[in-house]
Nanobody
């Protein structure tokens, strides 16, 4: 069983930056993909989206096209932590951000339904 704990959310003004962290409770297996998923206010979980994914084994990364200029996903294997660096934040980035993980894959995973483990989420609020 993998437990994921997010941190780093908060309230910022438009143009600001935040760095989210996700620390699994146990070892991150090399055949694991992790992702950052966001659920906008007033939206159902099913309407959320994966904004970035990373494959732990060979460090492959995927970021949603519209966010590639602003979001960066990375990992620190020594700290067993995955990050999402978000720059130039916009009010529309306001959402609850969740860390997710799936084991036994070979690449990044973009579909939320593929993920087996989820954190409790961290709120990001961007004011104009």
């Amino acid at each position: 069983q993998v437990q994921l704990v997010e941190s780093g959310g908060g309230s910022v003004q438009a143009g600001g930056s935040l760095k989210l962290s996700c620390a699994p409770s146990g070892y991150i297996f090399s055949s694991c993909a992790m992702a950052w998923f966001r659920q906008a206010p007033g939206k159902e979980r099913e309407e959320g989206e994966v904004v970035a994914s990373i494959f732990i084994g060979h460090d492959s990364k995927w970021v949603k096209d519209s966010e590639q200029d602003r979001f960066t996903i990375s990992q620190d294997k020594a700290k067993n932590t995955v990050y999402l660096q978000m720059n130039n934040l916009k009010p529309e980035d306001t959402a609850k951000y969740y860390c997710a993980a799936v084991v036994g894959v070979r690449w990044t995973v973009r579909a939320p339904l593929e993920y087996d483990y989820w954190g409790q989420g961290t709120q990001v609020t961007v004011s104009s």
